[in-house]
């Protein structure tokens, strides 16, 4: 079965700041990523999927994902963040067996 | 369009007591799946259920079951609750599930005393 590992708990910047989010995932055949985020008290909102295609992928508030095969790994990235981006975010992967997984979550905190 | 609805948003619930969480997906999905998030365990994968049948299932012990029904509505049981399983249920819905990206209800928080 697919695994996800989000590498940081907490990942705390100042606003304006550039982020990185790392994931990276472990899977016996071809996968599907996944970035959603929750805001407080919310459910999950998707941020962006890779499916096939453009290894890069963007979403409308400027968070971007690069599919990496060789490395395993799908990190989120923000050129600059606001305050308005704390959340948790979680990467997740699915497989062919419909059967999708999260990472255990990332608490980005934004300061002023 | 409507999004997933997920009723009630909070129960709170005394040990050995059973409870029934419901979810409606949007129309026209037919797959659903429920998670159970917890500040120690993070999300973790219940079952899900695409057209009436269970298609996957987690981890999880036998109190907790799941139903789907003709109009793809779905419900979830806790038998006999234990003080651990007082989290976050989420419930989500996608077209056919896999591939296609999941839907996530708001919730509902579950307090067992």
């Known amino acids: 079965a697919q695994s996800v590992t989000q590498l940081d708990s907490q990942v705390p910047v100042f606003e304006e700041a550039p982020v990185e989010l790392r994931c990276n995932y472990s899977?016996?055949?071809?996968?599907?990523l996944f970035w959603y985020v929750q805001y407080p008290n919310q459910g999950l909102q998707l941020l962006l999927k890779y499916l096939s295609g453009s290894t890069l992928v963007k979403s409308i508030n400027g968070f971007e994902a690069e599919f990496n095969k060789s490395q395993t790994s799908f990190h989120l990235r923000k050129p600059s963040v606001h305050i308005s981006d704390t959340a948790e975010y979680f990467c997740?992967?699915?497989?062919?067996?419909?059967?999708?997984?999260f990472g255990a979550g990332t608490r980005l905190t934004v300061k002023p | 369009k409507a999004g997933v609805t997920q009723t009630p948003r909070y129960l709170i619930k005394t040990r050995g007591q059973q409870v029934t969480l419901s979810c409606s997906p949007i129309s026209g999905h037919r797959s659903v799946s429920w998670y159970q998030q917890t500040p120690g365990q993070g999300l973790q994968f219940l079952f899900e259920y695409f057209s009436e049948t269970q298609r996957n299932k987690g981890n999880f012990p036998g109190r907790f079951s799941g139903r789907q029904f003709s109009n793809s509505r779905s419900e979830m049981n806790v038998s006999t609750l234990e003080l651990g399983d007082s989290a976050l249920y989420l419930c989500?819905?996608?077209?056919?599930?896999?591939?296609?990206?999941?839907?996530f209800g708001p919730g509902t928080r579950l307090t067992v005393t």
């Open positions: 997740a992967v699915s497989a062919q067996n419909n059967d999708m997984r």
């Open positions: 899977s016996s055949v071809s996968v599907y």
């Open positions: 989500a819905s996608s077209f056919q599930g896999g591939t296609h990206e999941q839907y």
